[in-house]
């Protein structure tokens, strides 16, 4: 399988100056038992590298798919700011990655799991993102949720990983299988040792 497309998982920790400052980040914070010296990631997103590559900019761009709370499913064009967000990157197939595409554009619109968020902490209780198709209604995710499927549509996670994970556990169980990234298209970095 030739790796020709890169995605990048985009993680925010409990101590970005981008989070607004509400009781469900310190609560995603307290789930995730971070502390002051290691504050746990509590937000996700998937970027889509484009395939021209990423630029020597400030900021790393490209269609990114997630959602947060009370909103739906977005895949748009977004910016990230190098200070504020932590890169995971990885080489994919075109296949793989025109499936991850593919499945984050039939899932846009799609409703906030709040029923699966509050009830994260009891994995038995809390529903999944297809549970609420029982009822006719459509999926609903939260933020690793909808990263962790799309990551199973490319397979690249096992069907058998679990479809509900904290952020901050999705970030350590992705630290094997991709590479740190400052986001920069290293090609177009010139060293200069002197």
């Not at 997103?45 to 947060?68: K, M, R, T, W």
Request: glycine share 6%.
């Amino acid at each position: 399988m030739s790796s020709t497309h890169q995605i990048m998982l985009c993680f925010v920790r409990s101590d970005s100056t981008i989070l607004q400052e509400s009781w469900l980040n310190r609560a995603a914070s307290w789930l995730a038992g971070g502390t002051a010296e290691h504050p746990p990631y509590i937000h996700t997103e998937l970027l889509f590298v484009p395939p021209e590559g990423l630029h020597n900019a400030d900021e790393v761009s490209g269609q990114a798919c997630s959602i947060v709370y009370n909103g739906t499913v977005h895949l748009h064009r977004k910016r990230f700011s190098r200070s504020e967000w932590f890169f995971r990157s990885m080489n994919v197939s075109k296949q793989q990655y025109d499936n991850m595409l593919a499945f984050c554009k039939q899932r846009v619109g799609e409703p906030f799991n709040k029923m699966g968020y509050f009830l994260a902490w009891t994995p038995l209780f809390a529903p999944r993102p297809s549970f609420y198709t029982w009822f006719g209604m459509s999926h609903r995710w939260y933020c690793s949720e909808i990263v962790v499927a799309a990551l199973k549509s490319g397979g690249v996670l096992p069907s058998t990983y679990p479809s509900a994970v904290h952020p901050n556990t999705l970030y350590t169980d992705m630290l094997n299988r991709t590479m740190v990234d400052c986001g920069r298209n290293v090609n177009a970095v010139t060293i200069s040792f002197g």
